[in-house]
């Protein structure tokens, strides 16, 4: 069995800040590990997913984020937050090759002006 | 290359009645997902198709049920709607089994 736990529910921060979501996963295998943002009225969009190559993995509009396996974890951050960045965040689990996603709760991300 | 559509984009039911829900996958893409988003419970995985076989099922009722077309489209049903149903249903397309998932906008259900 896998899950994911996003600690909090909503973040804010100012624009130009760092953006830091965290996500926290258990596994009992090896995992996938994605993080997906959903703007409202929208399906959602992948950023990044980590397949157990690189740790460090780095994905779309300037996020990335980092597999940690001591920690079972894998935040997301991005140096500098903009405006447009303000969205649904969901980190999620899957463990082989099929498309069952297991996803933590959300986190609403405001970016301040 | 057309994404992936969902129709309707919003549909109001009453208690008891049934609904059909349409998604149709990016052009070539084998495997079609289906996901029910509530304030509550978050993202929920319903099944999985591909080749027009269910390949993996979440945990909800018979009363959810689906299947997938030669043409890879794919239609969702829930009968004797309750109103705990009422969700944003998301369908989700991908090249093949594992691969990389495109999401649909959603069909938004209301049971009244």
């Known amino acids: 069995a896998q899950s994911v736990t996003q600690l909090g529910s909503h973040v804010s921060v100012s624009e130009g800040a760092l953006v830091l979501l965290r996500c926290n996963y258990s596994?009992?295998?090896?995992?996938?590990l994605f993080w997906y943002v959903q703007y409202p009225n929208q399906g959602l969009q992948l950023l990044l997913k980590?397949?157990?190559?690189?740790?460090l993995v780095k994905g779309i509009n300037g996020f990335e984020a980092e597999f940690k396996k001591s920690e079972t974890s894998f935040h997301l951050t991005k140096p500098s937050a903009h405006m447009s960045d303000a969205a649904e965040y969901f980190c999620a689990v899957s463990t082989g090759a099929n498309s069952k996603l297991t996803f933590g709760k959300g986190i609403t991300l405001s970016v301040r002006p | 290359k057309a994404g992936v559509t969902q129709t309707p984009r919003y549909l109001i039911k009453t208690r008891g009645q049934q609904v059909t829900l349409s998604c149709s996958p990016i052009s070539g893409h084998r495997s079609v997902s289906w996901y029910q988003q509530t304030p509550g419970q978050g993202l929920q995985f319903l099944f999985e198709?591909?080749?027009?076989?269910?390949?993996n099922k979440g945990n909800f009722p018979g009363r959810f049920s689906g299947r997938q077309f030669s043409n890879s489209r794919s239609e969702m049903n829930v009968s004797t709607l309750e109103l705990g149903d009422s969700a944003l249903y998301l369908c989700?397309?991908?090249?093949?089994?594992?691969?990389?998932?495109?999401f649909g906008s959603g069909t938004q259900l209301s049971v009244l």
């Open positions: 989700a397309s991908s090249l093949n089994l594992g691969e990389k998932l495109f």
């Open positions: 198709y591909f080749s027009e076989t269910q390949r």
């Open positions: 596994s009992s295998v090896p995992p996938y």
């Open positions: 980590y397949t157990s190559a690189a740790t």
